[in-house]
């Protein structure tokens, strides 16, 4: 018998858009049983595979295929769920979704299957967020992060980081409540021991969440030069297809050109923009201030200079965004260079000299160079929740000389901006904002 609280049915079509195969309507919640009993003729069996005709109201066969029942609590979200089977026709689902509905449930909300699952304590949220990622994966590392932060391995690093900073609190607080007993020099030790301990795993996690957000959102270059740097042929030898127009024209790309690509497994979206330089043109300079603001996405840009240019690497340098990581280029290195200058790399487009070790360091320089990086799936409200837990981490230690009161407070919030990662803290807004990006049927 199912523990959790009933809530009324849901139904939806939890397979993808279009025609295939096989598709599937999913139903969860209270009055489940009855819905399949109506469907099936008779009391379906707990986690079996039935054949069944599946009638509409007036007795009419809307299609023949499998129904399976699942008793709550042993589900997907804890309560009584019911599958049907069918052929993967659209017209054929929709009737089967409607008969449903005929029958009491109501039609599910985007995620509200694993809204369910979570609150019904199946899931925690990052293996809620985990399911949206795996279904949405671009490739075989993004999918394989995702299904580690399914199976728990991002929970479990971040309740190994609060195990700490609990201990770290509940050391601090200990001391507040005896306060006739001086802090002396070991219970400073202790703490700062503490403090290293929690410092050193958080930073470990930081990093890795960084990288499995790198990896489910995806790489964003931007290619930035002077005119005839050999930006669109860089495009277009990365990309493997004509995709900017190449000229000796200076000024030819005026507008940003953006190709999706995979570079060992990892999504990136390859930016071509107009060549960095005063135009009277208005129509480049429009084009030029356009590439400024890609600038601003970046998570690397790549500086080209062409075999006979030797501008000031400074000032293009200080037209691109400060903090954004920057590899300098030499193109066309298979001609001689006229004007040396200091440079990360050097590539051919025309012969392919190059652009093997170009690819290796665009993933290096992004933190992603290591084909096991990126150990599981994470998003951007996990980074800025850890660089939250961070700051006041460091701001609790600071606090210390004004009173060990302060450091426990800071350290609380901490501990919150943690929780909030796996929901073991949220709010409803946190879950409605989470769930509202899901697949509806998920």
Known sequence: MSVYPKRAPIAAIASGAGAAGVGIVRVSGAGTAQIAQTLLGKPPLNRFAHYAQFHDGDGTVIDRGLLLYFHGPHSFTGEDVLELHAHGSPIVLSMLLRRCLALGATAARAGEFSERAYLNGKLDLTQAEAIADLISAQSERAARAALRSLDGEFSRRVRAVLFELTALRTYIEALIDFPDE???????????????????????????????????????????????????????????????????????????????????GVPVTLVDTAGLRDSPDVVEAEGIRRAKVEFERADLALLLIGTDQAPDFAALAQSISPGIPLLKIRSKSDLPCKTPVPVDLSISCSTGNGLTDLKARILANTELGDGSAGSFSARARHTEALLTVQRQVQYAMAQREFGLELSAEELRLAQRALSEITGDFSTEDLLGQIFSTFCIGK
């Open 182 to 264: 001086e802090i002396d020099f070991s219970h400073s030790r202790e703490i700062d021991a503490r403090q290293l301990r929690l410092q050193q795993l958080l930073d470990a996690l930081l990093l890795e969440a960084r990288q499995g957000q790198r990896l489910n959102d995806g790489l964003y270059v931007v290619i930035a030069g002077p005119p005839n740097a050999g930006k669109s042929s860089l495009m277009n030898a990365l990309a493997g297809s004509d995709r900017a127009i190449v000229t000796p024209v200076p000024g030819t790309t005026r507008d940003v050109l953006r190709e999706s690509l995979l570079i060992d």
